[in-house]
């Protein structure tokens, strides 16, 4: 394998198990063996880095194409929430619901090309009900009501790139000189729930009187590089959804306990809001250590879905995307089993 391949280290020795399931009884199947069109004399290493291109951009067509396909060509509109830390007179610290209103969002592609896909647009509008004014609301507020990124070429939805679709749930990400922004998000039929996230990067100078979410030995032992500076909830349904078909998101049932916690304590902090939602995030994150950011919901035909983003590193890749799909009526029956692996579970 090539150490400093930008399109990977895919494994070839098994390349004849990527299509050992084509029917060779099929009238329009051909066998063609990927390696004809190479001459003798061609190094191996070189068409090992060529077939590796060309499977990067088959994959790069697969989700630039599937997120296309499962969360675009129609307009969510619905409500937000937008939370950020906050710390009382006494120096606990807390969450504080900044500002409310509704929201419009809508994602869109560009024309297919068969080599390397299509390219993601996305539009979003807010508008506010309720507002707070301070310096550290407007920070939140900047880096939060907006489109996490407004424009995505496919290339970028590797995980390298920060930004992936599993099934019905998706990442995507911004990273910028000192602001770390990601959503993670899950659609259930014409209803979807995301999660906003911001970071901002420790400054010199941060003292326990300026971090609102950090303690002070936190801060001068400089334990982390980035702190929390808010998260922005959004629950939305297709624009002409009936109000029967909206109703799951006007519940007022907080979310479960998580069935598949991938870490527990410091720096994590595990809420539940309605409906039926629960996030865990870290106070505060490191450049190049793992993290994770979960949101679980239980949506409204009796399916509970769990999406875990395992962040690798701040420069946007990730580990995974993974996404647990369970009945809630099963949940009791079938706990996880724990795995311990590399990074987190």
């Known amino acids: 394998m090539s150490p400093e ?74 409500s937000y929430e937008l939370f950020a830390p906050r710390k009382n007179a006494q120096g606990s610290f807390g969450i504080s619901r900044l500002q409310t209103g509704s929201s419009t969002s809508c994602l ?6 068969a080599t390397t896909g299509v390219d993601i647009s996305v539009t979003e509008t807010y508008t506010s009900s309720s507002a707070s004014s301070d310096e550290a609301a407007s920070r939140a507020l900047s880096a939060l ?32 000189k000192d602001l770390y922004v990601t959503e993670v998000g899950i659609r259930e039929g014409m209803l979807r729930i995301r999660v906003r996230f911001a970071y901002h990067q420790l400054q010199n100078g941060t003292s326990i009187s300026t971090s609102q979410i950090l303690s002070g030995h936190e801060i001068s032992t400089g334990l982390y590089d980035y702190e929390l500076l808010g998260f922005l909830v959004i629950r939305e349904a297709v624009s002409g959804a009936s109000p029967i078909e909206m109703k799951p998101l006007f519940s007022n049932e907080l979310g479960s306990d998580l069935y598949d916690p991938q870490v527990e304590g410091e720096p994590y902090v595990v809420l539940k809001f309605p409906p039926s939602l629960t996030i865990l995030y870290p106070r505060g994150i490191t450049h190049d250590s793992s993290s994770v950011l979960t949101i679980q919901w239980d949506g409204q035909q009796g399916m509970r879905y769990q999406v875990d983003r395992k962040i690798q590193h701040l420069r946007g890749g990730i580990k995974t995307l993974e996404l647990t799909e369970i009945r ?8 996880p089993t724990f795995k311990p692996v590399e990074l987190l579970k």
């Open 145 to 176: 009501l907006r489109e996490t990124k407004s424009h995505f070429y496919s290339s970028e939805f590797r995980t390298e790139g920060g930004n992936q679709i599993v099934g019905s749930s998706f990442t995507l990400t911004r990273v910028e």
């Open 328 to 335: 809630t009526e099963d949940i009791s029956a079938f706990p």
């Open 5 to 78: 391949s930008k399109y990977g280290n895919y494994n070839y020795s098994n390349y004849w198990e990527d299509v050992k399931d084509v029917d060779p009884k099929d009238a329009n199947w051909e066998y063609v063996n990927p390696l004809e069109e190479y001459p003798d004399n061609r190094a191996e290493e070189e068409i090992l880095e060529d077939l590796r291109i060309k499977k990067q951009l088959l994959n790069d067509v697969w989700q630039s194409t599937l997120i296309r396909d499962v969360q675009g060509g129609v307009t969510f509109v619905g």
């Open 108 to 113: 869109t592609a560009g024309a297919l090309n």
